[in-house]
């Protein structure tokens, strides 16, 4: 039997090279037009578990509380947003909630670094979707040095903890690192500059950024290591090729949903009742 | 030329008998085949259009403010959730902000009718849906003697007033009446109660709205009436036909972002120069 995603993209247990990772690579399917064709039928798959999660947590007399979580990361260009909108087009937005993290405003600053990410989660049923996420504060916090090291270090430790929560509340967390290449992001950048339609999309802090690539590279290698568990653990997406990108993501959510295995709810009222009442008004 | 779904579609400035509305017309195009054969294009180009309203709103040095919500009424299995899916199916999901409005909360209770309402305004560049919306408070209000006259009647005045604070704050209003027939209700409800899989949308409440059906007409009658105004006019959407009512209310959403005609913004940056530091980097 193929191996699943999961067991394909799962980040191994011993310290990851990212730069020994290529990110142009396609595990699980043989090209893009093999994964073309059977996007559509994994999109009503995907939409299909949705609905199931969703109805559970609302029907019949025993709800269900479980809800999923897709932390998505990665450097700019990497397809977050991208991700977002291809993965979660075949969603029903009702069953969706999706939250764009960016830099903490003033307000936020003088909480705990989790208190905004505990505000934005999936209520029960829903599938959540994080565009950046609580892992900024040991990823550009580190990097930037935006606190000193006895505040970040920390919190690999304490994102355990909390997810460890997350899960034992019903919430399944699948984190995944949208892994570029630097000459794709080299590519990507130039490609928004070269379109009237994309420059907005440019930042010239991009390129700030850009240059601190290995510094970040190592930060991301950090935090794959250091929170990857059994409960809630990494996935590393290569993402130079948006199709595999959006296919594998795709696959790694029906494996998810279909492992926390959502039912239909029993109806909490008598079915032939109530046909005749509706056939009577 | 062909009349814009806007014109067609309009609630007529007279009092309108709802009974008189077919709900399974479909104005402005001959088959459900040609309605299908248009809708990729369509879907594309309301895409586009969006992305041109957020992006508008975000980049370059005069950012826009201009934001649009349609907003969604109509009777029980009308396919207002269908229309979220469907319609916003097309749509970058950080561009949108959907918001579906259940029984106020006891919190909401303790503040005026437009508090909770407010809160889930579309921020500058987005599209807002509300799945029921502030209305509820002169249709199930009204019909249900909630609060009494003297409370619900000003209301039209005062959502009058809302919806003109809204346009001068760069908010475009457009509201959709889902309009079926008694006897459609009636095969989708049973259609649910067939069902297994759409057992959990059925709720046994649902039965006791539907006997009030002509009191709902009426309330929804007067609310069309008294608020479909030059800035935030009504439509009336024959939504017996699913494919029809998509269809419609997409190019009523395609007609209004034409209207608003949001612009590339321009970049705020040197763009040969930042090209040459991607270039170096």
């Known amino acids: 039997m193929a191996k699943s995603f999961t067991d394909l993209l799962r980040v191994p247990d011993t310290l990851v090279d990212l730069a020994k990772v290529p990110a142009d690579a396609h595990p699980g399917v043989k ?18 578990l949705q609905e199931q999660l969703f109805a559970q947590a609302r029907g019949g007399t025993r709800p269900g509380h479980a809800s999923v979580l897709l932390v998505l990361q990665g450097m700019d260009t990497s397809g977050k947003g991208g991700t977002v909108k291809h993965v979660t087009g075949v969603m029903d937005p009702g069953g969706l909630r999706i ?5 903490p405003t003033e307000e936020e600053l003088t909480h705990d670094f989790l208190w905004r990410i505990r505000k934005a989660l999936p209520a029960a049923g829903q599938v959540g979707v994080f565009d950046r996420s609580h892992y900024e504060d040991v990823l550009v916090v580190r990097v930037r040095n935006l606190v000193p090291r006895e505040q970040w270090e920390p919190r690999y ?57 290995p510094a970040y590279q190592e930060a991301y290698a950090a935090a794959l290591n250091l929170t990857s568990t059994a409960t809630a653990p990494w996935f590393v997406i290569p993402a130079d090729r948006k199709w595999y990108r959006n296919f594998a993501i795709t696959q790694l959510l029906i494996e998810t949903l279909e492992r926390v295995n959502p039912q239909w709810p029993p109806p909490d009222y008598d079915v032939a009742k109530e046909k005749k009442r509706v056939l009577e008004s």
């Not at 090209?31 to 299909?48: I, N, T, V």
């Not at 939250?99 to 830099?103: D, G, H, M, V, Y």
């Not at 430790?157 to 967390?173: C, K, M, P, R, S």
């Not at 699948?174 to 290449?181: A, E």
């Open 31 to 48: 090209s893009k037009k093999d994964a073309g064709q059977a996007m559509p039928k994994l999109g009503e798959r995907l939409a299909d």
């Open 157 to 213: 430790g304490l994102i355990n903890e909390f997810e460890q929560e997350l899960a034992d509340l019903g919430t399944t967390v699948v984190k995944c690192f949208l892994h570029i290449s630097r000459d794709e992001q080299k590519e990507r950048l130039l490609a928004r500059l070269a379109d009237p339609t994309k420059l907005w999309k440019y930042n010239p802090g991009d390129v700030d950024e850009r240059k601190l690539w």
């Open 99 to 103: 939250t764009s993290f960016k830099a």
